[in-house]
T-cell receptor
């Protein structure tokens, strides 16, 4: 069964700082990878996803993620965060051919103005 | 195009009562998923349904929990004889029936269940 690890549980950054949130998964086969964001009081929204092709994926709001197969990683990055990026970020993996999505425990990002 | 809708948004029940959570998928979606989010934890998969069929219920507790997705109407997650440990946010997601596009799940706002 697949699993997902998000190593940073709580990250605090100042505005304009660069962001990188780690995500590692365990599954030996083909995977689909996702980053979801949950703003305070709101539901999960899809930030970006990787199915195949270019391992550098660009999403909404200036976010991007890089799939490194050899490291089983799918880290989320943003060069310059804003206060409005304060939210909880979830990495998720779906084994190819299955519909069940496994989520990490989430990383709470707090951006200080 | 309305997104995934869930109701109620907040539900309070006393121990031993039943809780019914509803989920209406996005228009054109025929796959529904239920997840539970406990405090300080990520989302845990519970069940995956297509119209009138349970496809994968590997994440459902063996007792008191059931789910359905009838031909007409919303998907229902039913919890009988609730206990305090059932207090959590329950999220529904949906995806299309088309291969490839079915790989992305879109989430509803969740139902926050509180058991007194």
């Amino acid at each position: 069964a697949q699993s997902v690890s998000q190593h940073n549980h709580h990250v605090i950054l100042s505005e304009a700082a660069s962001l990188e949130l780690g995500c590692n998964y365990s599954y030996g086969g083909t995977v689909n990878l996702f980053w979801y964001v949950q703003y305070p009081g709101q539901h999960l929204q899809l930030l970006l996803k990787y199915f195949s092709g270019d391992p550098l994926v660009k999403g909404i709001k200036g976010f991007e993620a890089e799939f490194i197969k050899s490291k089983f990683s799918f880290n989320l990055r943003k060069p310059s965060v804003q206060w409005s990026d304060t939210a909880e970020y979830f990495c998720a993996v779906k084994a190819g051919g299955y519909q069940k999505v496994t989520f990490g425990t989430g990383t709470k990002l707090q951006v200080i103005p | 195009n309305a997104g995934v809708m869930q109701n109620p948004r907040h539900l309070v029940r006393r121990r031993g009562q039943e809780a019914r959570l509803r989920c209406s998928p996005m228009k054109g979606h025929s796959h529904v998923y239920w997840y539970r989010q406990l405090p300080e934890e990520g989302l845990k998969f519970m069940v995956y349904l297509q119209k009138e069929n349970i496809i994968d219920e590997s994440g459902m507790p063996k007792e008191r929990f059931s789910a359905e997705f009838p031909k007409e109407g919303p998907s229902i997650l039913r919890i009988q004889q609730v206990v305090r440990g059932d207090s959590a946010a329950y999220f529904c997601a949906s995806s299309p029936a088309i291969a490839g596009a079915a790989d992305t799940q879109y989430f509803g706002p969740g139902t926050r269940l509180t058991v007194l």
